[in-house]
């Protein structure tokens, strides 16, 4: 089975700090997305990344940008975090596309980050 | 615009009873739906899928039923069980997931 590992369960921070949450995947995926999770909002995709050093701009970009320097490592960041960034954050991949589905969809345990 | 979206916000059902989670979508062209749970601290898990030339799709204990002419999706739990109170996730798998709100179950012993 795909294994998605989000470094961190639980993170607090204080408004202002840089704050990097980790996700890596175990099998050799190309693509690979963050999303963060909110009450009655859902999963709403912030970015996403199809191969090594690319990245595209999912719904709610602001405020993050991501970082995918090797293929099973997708990181993402909050410049300068601030209270409204508190959420859940969830961390996917998925090994390629038949048709237009993604197969083979996979989540992380999702990341809990509370801004102070 | 489009959307995926969840009918009910929380439902609460007896041990043993059966439950049915519902789910409306937008997208007249989407032809993939997935239905994830999500446990207390845990990612979403992948539970059951339909594409779109299907109407109907039995897992174990779970059945999900496309309606295409009311755009209508939903997921029926037989004898339902405490191990199933989660969060549930309907999905419309377009290449990007859009996923609903979700719907809270929870099982009264």
């Known amino acids: 089975d795909v294994k998605v590992t989000q470094s961190s369960r639980y993170l607090v921070k204080r408004t202002g700090e840089k704050v990097f949450l980790e996700c890596v995947q175990d099998?050799?995926?190309?693509?690979m997305f963050w999303y963060r999770q909110d009450p009655g909002l859902g999963l709403r995709l912030i970015y996403f990344?199809?191969?090594?050093?690319?990245?595209e701009k999912g719904d709610i970009p602001e405020g993050y940008s991501v970082s995918r320097e090797k293929k099973e490592r997708f990181s993402l960041i909050l410049e300068s975090a601030s209270t409204n960034q508190t959420s859940m954050y969830l961390c996917?991949?998925?090994?390629?596309?038949?048709?237009?589905?993604?197969?083979?969809?996979?989540f992380g345990s999702g990341t809990r980050l509370t801004v102070v | 615009g489009e959307s995926v979206g969840l009918h009910l916000p929380t439902l609460s059902v007896q041990e043993g009873d059966n439950s049915i989670i519902n789910c409306a979508y937008s997208?007249?062209?989407?032809?993939?739906f997935i239905w994830y749970k999500q446990e207390s601290g845990k990612g979403p898990q992948f539970i059951i899928d339909?594409?779109?030339?299907?109407d109907k799709r039995q897992g174990q204990r779970v059945t999900v039923l496309l309606n295409k002419t009311v755009k209508h999706l939903s997921l029926q739990i037989a004898a339902t069980q405490p191990g199933d109170s989660a969060v549930y996730f309907c999905?419309?798998?377009?290449?990007?997931?859009?996923f609903g709100a979700g719907t809270r179950l929870t099982v009264k012993p």
């Open positions: 996917a991949t998925h090994f390629g596309y038949s048709g237009n589905r993604a197969r083979g969809y996979t």
């Open positions: 099998m050799d995926h190309e693509n």
């Open positions: 990344s199809y191969d090594v050093k690319m990245k």
């Open positions: 997208n007249s062209a989407s032809d993939y």
């Open positions: 339909i594409r779109s030339n299907m």
């Open positions: 999905a419309e798998n377009r290449g990007d997931m859009r």
